[in-house]
């Protein structure tokens, strides 16, 4: 897809083109009708200028992914608007209103499942339409809330909005639309604010090198590492199972950030997706700090439904294993993604279990990073089975593990973890001819990406906390430059195969 983040054309072509006809809107509107009427008229005309120009905008976005992906979300829409005016004519909570819930929730869930698992059956893999598992989720949540009495209306333009939006299309956060229209019902009011604009330039700038210079060096060497999966020795099996929890993270938060900030931009704020998961000392808290729409998702609209935790222990024990287990289906259709979420909803249930009726402690010894830990190596340990191309590539991994530690490594693997810019610097200095000075830069990259991860701040932190002014504004042109000089062939991002 051309068009997505980290592409120069967005950068330099949609983006701008984008944000400076959405600010421009109320000028043009101030020369057409030369402020003759009323505030709250032109507030209006502005509301609906530019709820046409971000669909416009957002239709032109997506309609890069081709004729096949474009077609899927048009019926996808058609059916779910559908069944949402059913909903409306028979009213929340009706009998009427529950059929056709109840049909559009098959037909999201029936289309997610059919093009993520019809190709087990049919011998050949089928193609997954891009963003399907985000949008027919936000679908589902659509409809319910509706059934509740949450939505009572919705024009068709304020619709295609809601699902359209180009910053969180593709890969979320999955977001409410009660939630989000109070954030585009200010858009005929709102004015560009300098201050929100240069710290969300800052956090788009932190997202894309997150994505760029991290998460896709980081990536080559795990991509080397899981395609040698059965000749990888200790130390490889270990960095290799090490490193794309890194990957995945700094590329899924990436995306995040960037989404967040093209957002921010046209002021309308979308809700923090990724809030230092590493951080978290137990699975619940784990799950509220990471993909926290998707949680909140499987909460509302699975697990309170099925009863939540209300009904005794082995209820909320079953219930708290079905989310985890559709989550696991939702990722993907191989036997690993189900044994991570099996593994997940294990930990989970143990959690609630050893916690029941236990006050959480206060006080600590230990520093934050270090009582994480243990989660952090759980969740590594279970992301093999998430990323192995097989199963039996994955036990061939942990059992690598788990064998005798040998330090010593062979250099493809270490090679892959070069950035160029620090490789240069090296090669500069007498370390490039030592023995191990091809092992520098991996080193040095994992130290950093886990003192990020670690540290117990983010890039959305430190663009909402840093104090404006010139110091900021060199420290985001420097990170942009070289976030955007380093974009050769467009990547793409991880959770696009999901």
């Not at 992906?69 to 009706?94: D, E, H, Q």
């Not at 490789?423 to 030592?434: F, G, Q, R, V």
Request: net charge positive.
């Amino acid at each position: 897809m051309s068009l997505q983040f980290n592409s120069h054309p967005f950068i330099f072509g949609l983006f701008p083109l984008c944000a400076a006809v959405f600010w421009l809107i109320p000028s043009l509107d101030l020369l057409l009708h030369k402020g003759k009427e009323e505030q709250g008229l032109a507030s209006q005309r502005i509301f609906r200028a530019r709820r046409l120009w971000l669909i416009l905008i957002s239709a032109w976005f997506y309609h890069a992914a081709g004729l096949f992906n474009v077609s899927a979300l048009i019926i996808s829409m058609i059916v779910n608007y559908a069944c949402f005016t059913g909903i409306r004519k028979y009213g929340p909570g009706t009998p009427g209103a529950r059929r056709f819930l109840a049909a559009g929730s098959v037909f999201n869930a029936g289309a997610l499942l059919y093009f993520k698992y019809a190709g087990l059956f049919l011998g050949h893999t089928l193609a997954l339409p891009l963003a399907i598992s985000f949008y027919s989720f936000q679908e589902i949540s659509f409809l319910a809330d509706a059934y509740r009495g949450g939505i009572t209306s919705c024009s068709i333009p304020d619709y295609l909005l809601y699902i359209l939006y180009f910053p969180r299309l593709l890969q979320g956060p999955i977001v409410r639309y009660g939630e989000i229209r109070e954030e585009f019902d200010r858009m005929g009011e709102s004015r560009p604010d300098a201050e929100r604009i240069m710290r969300a330039l800052l956090l788009f700038s932190m997202g894309l090198c997150k994505k760029i210079l991290i998460a896709d060096t980081i990536g080559r060497a795990v991509d080397y590492g899981y395609g040698n999966a059965f000749s990888l020795i200790w130390m490889e099996s270990l960095i290799t199972a090490l490193s794309y929890p890194l990957q995945l993270y700094f590329d899924f938060s990436g995306y995040c950030d960037m989404g967040m900030a093209v957002s921010d931009i046209l002021g309308i704020r979308l809700p923090l997706n990724f809030d230092r998961p590493y951080l978290a000392t137990n699975p619940a808290d784990f799950w509220r700090r990471w993909h926290s729409s998707l949680s909140r998702f499987l909460t509302k609209y699975v697990y309170i439904p099925l009863g939540g935790s209300r009904e005794g222990v082995f209820k909320t024990c079953r219930n708290a294993m079905t989310i985890f287990l559709i989550s696991g289906i939702w990722h993907g259709s191989t036997a690993g993604f189900l044994i991570w979420g099996a593994m997940h909803g294990i930990l989970y249930i143990l959690y609630v279990l050893l916690r029941k009726g236990r006050p959480e402690k206060q006080a600590h010894l230990l520093p934050l990073w270090i009582r994480s830990l243990p989660m952090y190596l759980y969740w590594a340990l279970s992301m093999i089975f998430f990323r192995a191309p097989s199963l039996s590539a994955a036990l061939r991994v942990i059992r690598s593990i788990f064998d005798k530690p040998w330090f010593r490594m062979n250099p493809p693997l270490a090679e892959k973890f070069m950035l160029n810019e620090f490789w240069y610097l090296l090669k500069m200095t007498p370390l490039a001819d030592m023995r191990y000075g091809r092992y520098i830069p991996m080193w040095g990259m994992l130290v950093f990406a886990y003192a990020l991860v670690f540290s117990g701040t983010s890039a959305e932190r430190i663009s909402r906390r840093i104090k404006p002014g010139t110091a900021a504004g060199l420290f985001a042109a420097v990170l942009f430059v070289w976030g955007v000089l380093s974009v050769g062939v467009v990547s793409t991002f991880v959770y696009f195969n999901f």
